[in-house]
């Protein structure tokens, strides 16, 4: 399979815990988006990369939250001292031409 | 800035009957148009795409859509569902250019038997 892949699919913390997640790209694609689902919504612009360039950051990325992309490749999601409104599904995405690939998502749930 | 409305939550139909999804959208300059596809607990797939050319675009599953630009609408479109069609749908878009996408809130498609 060479889609686009997520892990953990699924994690439930404590508040006030840290919380790390990894997406790996298709291989070939320069450009990786994250965004955040929350229940009944639609997904929400977190954050993109041209390679190992983090290229916009949405006013939605507060100062817990930390992505990286080194190397160009694999990405990383980090939420520090999470809170109870954190609880969404995290998409990635990597883009091809001009439409992106999304993977399955990692659900956070807070507690 | 870009948004986008879908004006059904939800749309209920009977199997094998024809459906339509309505997505507009709010832009000042010109636009790529996405409509994808969410199963319960996955990611997203690409139904199909508007980048330009052909106002009409086919997709997967036998979805099709119609960009309107003096409507500036992208509405989805399927002559006869079925039950694996059940799903919620979200229409996006994407400044040419600048290529993160908006979405809309999504539609959730019910087919009954």
């Known amino acids: 399979d060479t889609g686009v892949s997520q892990n953990p699919r699924h994690k439930i913390t404590k508040r006030g815990q840290n919380v790390t997640f990894r997406c790996d790209p298709i291989?070939?694609?320069?450009?990786l988006y994250w965004y955040r689902q929350t229940l009944g919504q639609g997904p929400e612009f977190l954050t993109y990369?041209?390679?190992?360039?983090?290229?916009?950051k949405s006013r939605l990325l507060s100062d817990r939250f930390s992505a990286e992309r080194p190397k160009g490749s694999f990405s990383t999601l980090e939420i520090q001292r999470t809170e109870q409104g954190d609880s969404a599904m995290y998409l990635c995405?990597?883009?091809?031409?001009?439409?992106?690939?999304f993977g399955p998502g990692t659900r956070l749930t807070v507690t | 800035a870009q948004s986008v409305t879908q004006l059904d939550s939800q749309v209920p139909v009977f199997e094998e009957a024809p459906v339509e999804l309505r997505c507009n959208y709010s832009?000042?300059?010109?636009?790529?148009l996405f409509w994808y596809v969410q199963y319960p607990n996955q990611g997203l797939q690409l139904l199909l795409k508007?980048?330009?050319?052909?106002?009409l675009v086919k997709g997967i599953n036998g979805f099709e859509a119609e960009f309107n630009k003096s409507q500036t609408s992208f509405h989805l479109r399927k002559p006869s569902v079925h039950i694996s069609d059940t799903a919620e749908y979200f229409c996006?878009?994407?400044?040419?250019?600048?290529?993160?996408?908006?979405f809309g809130q999504g539609t959730r498609l019910t087919i009954n038997p």
């Open positions: 832009s000042s300059v010109s636009v790529y």
């Open positions: 990369f041209q390679n190992e360039a983090q290229l916009e």
């Open positions: 996006a878009v994407s400044v040419r250019g600048a290529q993160k996408l908006v």
């Open positions: 995405a990597s883009q091809g031409a001009y439409e992106q690939y």
């Open positions: 291989s070939e694609h320069n450009r």
């Open positions: 508007y980048l330009s050319g052909s106002t």
